[in-house]
């Protein structure tokens, strides 16, 4: 089952060109990686995919689940399963953590036909949740990612994510900040979320967080496309020759 198809997908923030032109199939089961230097334009994927004010598609497609992805609102995006980690979390203070997973969990069961739940039963859904990343309750007592550490926003991400039960969960750079004790726990997490009816879309710029998480696909995106793609050897052989090929890739294609 393909869960994302992106076709020909350009876009633009403040008038300038960004993605020019972006293929990618994700099917049910698979993790996928995209990698690539700064500025090649990862986060402006993700932001897109999210549907972002900000960024604007200039053409191309993308479908989620058979329906235009575009045509939706970032809520209902969200509501239908679409899961954005950012590379840097909000912060929300003033609203528990708690409260905060209760309504988008809520918001994604009501969308789904399901019940909504209560106080009592979120929290026990919580607290079995919670195990995942191995956080410590007082967590959900506090504002949402008010004062956390980078490795505690990270792991609350993937709360966020094993509460939401996303059918494509896209990770920017959930690894970057991270030291190697979190960096396992929010790995672990992921791993242990990942299944046959779901997909994953992890955004890197280095390969340490291919390690733990085995890729199915990795791809390498510069200027705004995706230049080339491999299983996970790609991803142990950008680490040895660096993305020097990458700008003699784009010389050779000019
Ligand atoms: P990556 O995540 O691969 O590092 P980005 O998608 O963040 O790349 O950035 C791609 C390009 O788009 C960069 O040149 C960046 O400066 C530009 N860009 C991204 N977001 C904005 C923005 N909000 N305003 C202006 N330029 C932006
Ligand atoms: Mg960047
Ligand atoms: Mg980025």
């Known amino acids: 089952d393909v869960i994302l ?3 020909d997908l350009t876009a633009e923030v403040e008038d300038a060109a960004i993605l020019k032109g972006v293929n ?3 099917r049910a089961g698979e993790i996928h990686a995209i990698m690539g230097r700064n500025g090649s334009g990862k986060s402006t994927l993700s932001k897109v995919l999210a549907g972002h004010p900000a960024y604007r598609v200039t053409g191309g497609s993308i479908t989620y689940k058979g329906q235009d992805l575009l ?3 970032p809520e209902e995006r969200s509501q239908a399963g679409v899961f954005l980690a950012f590379q840097y979390p909000l912060e929300i203070p003033g609203v528990s953590n708690l409260d905060f997973l209760r309504v988008a969990v809520n918001a994604r069961r009501k969308a789904a036909g399901q019940e909504e739940l209560d106080a009592f039963d979120f929290q026990e859904l919580v607290e079995a ?4 990343v191995k956080m410590n309750p007082d967590f959900l007592g506090r504002g949402v990612n008010e004062g956390f550490s980078g490795g505690e926003k990270k792991r609350n991400e993937i ?3 094993a509460l939401l039960e996303p059918s494509l969960a896209i990770l920017d750079e959930t690894d970057s900040g991270l030291d190697i004790d979190a960096l396992r726990i929010v790995s672990d997490g992921v791993n242990q ?3 046959a009816d779901n997909a994953t879309i992890l955004i890197t710029h280095y390969q340490r967080l291919l390690d733990y998480i085995k890729p199915d696909f990795v791809h390498v995106m510069a200027e705004g496309r995706i230049i080339r793609t491999g299983g996970p050897e790609l991803a142990l052989e950008l680490e040895e020759t660096g993305y020097e090929w990458v700008d003699q890739a784009l010389a050779g294609a000019a």
């Open 71 to 73: 045509a939706l609102e």
């Open 5 to 7: 198809s992106i076709q």
């Open 193 to 195: 979320l990942t299944n």
């Open 159 to 161: 709360l966020q994510m």
């Open 24 to 26: 990618l199939e994700v």
């Open 129 to 132: 949740r919670l195990d995942v």
